[in-house]
């Protein structure tokens, strides 16, 4: 019996490669174990978008060197394999295996070349129109599927190293991926979410050159799925149409995530982000325009080269205008082969760290502010799971928002009798900064604590 066991780091769009590569392998015969100590085949699928990231899977691999000798098998795969390549091996002798996300689609020719005894196998070439399309995913989730739309990235943010880790831009047909959409309706999934790097540039490479929001429109149609999710939308390609479709179908849920990266025009461009400060707001007020309540959230880098205090002050400004739901803030990290590599104006880290704490904080009372207009309201959640630690349910809102509750009918789960998967009404009666909290709605009136 053939083992194997895999660790993901990074976004998405990893994980999702993860479900799609243990698919394959369950597929080759293999089966997959839960602890790396029981795997014959060890795989890490790794992240490089900043430093930290990167270092993760070489304090792995260090952890599990002296194993390599008792017939344990590495292999690193997703961008870290990308950018290092075969300098992998000579970091780490014992990984046998390097393959970037564009030779996916190679796996069970990389894996016969494992098993056959070879010692040095990659899968590196980037010179590929292919999707990593497989009917063989082994889906996390039994309520909520990841589907790829789009792979690789066509722009070149100077801090950034995906689109030399993932390749150019390929969009899968739009038949394709509404197959794969309806098979998982017919399956039971009730929601499903729509990845790219930038979901906007989606383009059906078939006659009909479906762009994203027609793809978008037709996912909302199909029977059966409830909430369709997309992400990232890049500012440069968000158009006013993508907010038509959300007014227009509540199954496509109102939550849009477009970073921003920064308040300043000067910074966005020798980002190289293609789109200025007024250009960026434009897209939010057809969003604060809308006839629904969209939530917006956003990523922000901190201390990108030559960050100077007033530029920063216009990021402040930037957040305290737009009032963001959520945010991710990142401090500028140092990433090979990308241009901002070679601006020689860099932020010393201590200063980097204080604008982080900085931004932190304010957004912080931006969301307890923007979070209690919730409280009295009644939303309607996707639960996701129980927390045995403050007994109460999880649950999502349409909005991307964790809204817990309890439920005085089923106050946990007993045996079979569980609320994960289920929709349902929840009255809000607490807000905090990163989540809501109430009880289930029912016809009794309810007390607001
Ligand atoms: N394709 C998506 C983002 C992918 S990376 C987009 O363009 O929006 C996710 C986030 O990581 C980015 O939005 C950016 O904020 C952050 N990031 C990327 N490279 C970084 C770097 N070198 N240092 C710090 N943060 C970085
Ligand atoms: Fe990176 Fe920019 Fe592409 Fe996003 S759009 S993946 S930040 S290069
Ligand atoms: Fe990381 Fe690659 Fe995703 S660098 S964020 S795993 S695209």
New binding site residues.
């Given amino acids: 019996m053939k083992t194997f066991y895999i660790e993901t780091f990074g ?1 998405q769009m990893n994980a999702h490669d993860s479900e799609k590569v243990a698919g394959t392998l369950l597929q080759q015969g293999y089966t997959q174990v839960e602890n790396p100590e029981e795997a014959e085949l060890i795989l890490y699928n790794t992240c490089s ?3 930290k990231a990167e270092q993760k899977v070489f304090s792995r691999l260090q952890q599990f060197k002296r194993e390599s000798g008792k017939g344990k098998v590495f292999g690193v795969l997703g961008c870290v394999a990308q950018q290092e390549g075969e300098k992998i091996f000579e970091r780490a002798p014992h990984v046998s295996l390097v393959a970037g996300s564009a030779s996916y689609t190679k796996l069970p020719q990389l894996l016969v070349q494992l098993e056959a005894g070879n010692r040095r196998v990659t899968g590196l070439s980037l010179d590929t129109g292919e999707t990593f399309d497989t009917p063989f995913t082994r889906r996390d989730n039994p309520h909520r599927a990841y589907i790829t739309i789009i792979e690789g ?1 066509d ?1 070149a ?1 100077a ?4 689109p030399m880790t993932r390749g150019p831009e390929r969009s899968r047909t739009s038949e394709s991926v509404l197959r794969e959409a309806r098979s998982l309706a017919e399956l039971g999934y009730s929601e499903v979410q729509l990845l ?3 979901v906007n540039s989606y383009r059906d490479p078939s006659d009909t050159q479906w762009d994203f929001a027609r793809l978008l429109r037709a996912v909302g149609e199909i029977d059966g799925l409830r909430r369709v999710r997309f ?5 440069r390609d968000f158009v006013k149409e993508m907010v038509a479709a959300i007014d227009q179908d509540e199954r496509l849920c109102n939550h849009v ?3 921003v ?1 920064s308040g300043s025009s000067d910074v966005l461009s020798r980002m190289q ?1 293609l789109y200025s400060r007024d250009q960026y707001m434009r897209c939010i007020e057809w969003m604060k325009r809308a006839k629904r309540d969209i939530a917006i959230t ?4 901190v201390g ?1 080269p030559g960050e100077t205090e007033a530029d920063f002050l216009e990021t402040v400004s930037l957040i305290e205008q737009i009032e963001y739901d959520s945010m ?8 090979p082969n ?1 241009p ?1 590599l070679r601006y020689d104006d860099h932020i010393p880290e201590e200063e980097k760290t204080r604008r982080f704490l900085f931004l932190q904080e304010r957004q912080r009372a931006i969301q307890i502010r923007r979070n209690s207009r919730y409280v009295g309201t009644t939303e309607e959640v996707h639960v996701e799971g129980y927390n045995l630690a403050t007994h109460q349910w999880i649950g999502r809102t349409s909005q991307n928002k964790t809204l817990n509750f309890i439920d005085p009918d089923l106050p946990e789960p007993r045996g079979a009798r569980t609320l994960v998967g289920q929709y349902m009404d929840v009255l809000v009666t607490r807000a905090g900064p990163n989540s809501l909290a109430g009880e289930r709605a029912t016809n009794r009136p309810a007390s607001i604590s």
């Avoid at 801090?159 to 995906?162: E, L």
């Avoid at 992400?231 to 500012?235: A, L, R």
């Avoid at 991710?328 to 990433?335: A, C, D």
């Fill in positions: 976004c978008i900043r430093d990235c722009k943010c801090y950034c190293v995906v790219g790097q930038n992400t990232t939308s890049h500012p995530h477009l970073p990266q982000r956003t990523d922000i880098i990108f991710f803030i990142f401090k500028y990290s140092k990433r990308t901002a």
